[in-house]
């Protein structure tokens, strides 16, 4: 897989491994098995309670930590500089790492309130970015982004910082591809990072996506993420079994560009079915 560079100087691999929902004791061996698959990139949350986990697959997947790229997330319920550099901190420590090659705000609001209020917190994002860059400045992190930024929020960090954002990672998958986001980015030369790039298994059901799949002898997984790929999109699909794992990282192919007009038009999904309740689906067509 190849690297995609960010404003800093600083390479990300462009396909990660996504930890949501896989519980902080199975994603040491989840770990183990991508790295040996060929995947240098993992990504992982405060919010998601698994970062020792991450932290000893690390240690025992048998790659030198200089070769994995390791992004963690702060709470979106840290709202204030001290919350935030206190977290990085702890981050560091339950991950057993001397220093992360990527930490975002995981969202602009407090999950409670996110997409559901007028409080676009835009000071209190300031107060968190600024306690990203006095640890980027230290050493502590190699690269810091966003998560859920939408333009405006963006804008904001970019008006007020003193240090850019490298990436914004955000919902971006077949059928909901915030096309308005990617430009804003591209433009800004922040890279965007595609979380649930296969709508968390719901992407499954979408007619265009599976003829497809059936024409380039792919699975409906593989087309999804090879979509996000080539519309210059680093994808963080989230897999925990041997064959998920493999066939995810399996992506030496091309659609073309017929094909790809053909993905761009599909219309969104109108659930995400058990999941639907998570914010980030809840507000997905926003």
């Known amino acids: 897989m190849k690297n995609i560079n960010l404003n800093n100087g600083k390479e990300i691999p462009s396909v990660g491994l996504g930890t949501w929902l896989i519980d902080n004791d199975k994603v040491v061996d989840?770990?183990?098995?991508?790295?040996?698959?060929?995947?240098?990139?993992?990504?992982t949350a405060q919010a998601y309670e698994n970062e020792e986990g991450v932290g000893l697959g690390i240690k025992k997947c048998g790659i030198p930590r200089q070769e994995l790229f390791i992004t963690t997330k702060i709470r979106a319920e840290y709202k204030n500089y001290e919350d935030a550099k206190k977290s990085i901190d702890e981050s560091l420590r339950k991950l057993g790492l001397d220093y992360l090659d990527l930490m975002i705000i995981h969202a602009p609001q407090p999950w409670v309130e996110f997409?559901?209020?007028?409080?676009?917190?835009?000071?209190?994002?300031?107060?968190?970015?600024?306690?990203?860059?006095?640890?980027?400045?230290?050493?502590?992190?190699?690269?810091?982004?966003?998560?859920?930024?939408?333009?405006?929020?963006?804008?904001?960090?970019?008006?007020n910082c003193e240090?850019?954002?490298?990436?914004?990672?955000?919902?971006?998958?077949?059928?909901?591809?915030?096309?308005?986001?990617?430009?804003?980015?591209?433009?800004?030369?922040?890279?965007?990072?595609?979380?649930?790039?296969?709508?968390?298994?719901?992407?499954?059901?979408?007619?265009?996506?599976?003829?497809?799949?059936?024409?380039?002898?792919?699975?409906?997984?593989?087309?999804?993420?090879?979509?996000?790929?080539?519309?210059?999109?680093v994808v963080l699909p989230k897999a925990s079994s041997v064959e998920h794992l493999s066939n995810n990282f399996d992506l030496d192919f091309?659609?073309?560009?017929?094909?790809?007009?053909?993905?761009?038009?599909?219309?969104?999904?109108?659930?995400?079915?058990?999941?639907?309740?998570?914010?980030?689906?809840?507000?997905?067509?926003?």
């Open 30 to 43: 989840v770990i183990k098995t991508a790295v040996k698959l060929g995947y240098r990139h993992i990504d």
């Open 115 to 159: 997409r559901e209020t007028d409080n676009k917190y835009y000071e209190e994002n300031l107060e968190v970015w600024r306690a990203l860059e006095d640890s980027y400045k230290e050493g502590k992190i190699k690269s810091i982004g966003v998560s859920n930024f939408h333009n405006d929020d963006l804008q904001n960090i970019l008006d």
């Open 163 to 233: 240090i850019k954002p490298m990436v914004n990672q955000v919902l971006s998958h077949i059928g909901q591809t915030p096309f308005d986001i990617i430009d804003y980015c591209k433009k800004n030369d922040i890279v965007v990072e595609a979380y649930s790039p296969i709508a968390h298994g719901e992407a499954g059901r979408i007619e265009e996506v599976n003829k497809l799949a059936d024409k380039y002898n792919k699975t409906f997984a593989q087309i999804c993420l090879k979509y996000q790929l080539q519309l210059g999109l």
């Open 254 to 286: 091309v659609i073309s560009d017929e094909d790809m007009e053909i993905l761009n038009k599909v219309k969104p999904l109108e659930d995400y079915g058990k999941h639907d309740f998570f914010p980030v689906f809840k507000h997905s067509g926003e």
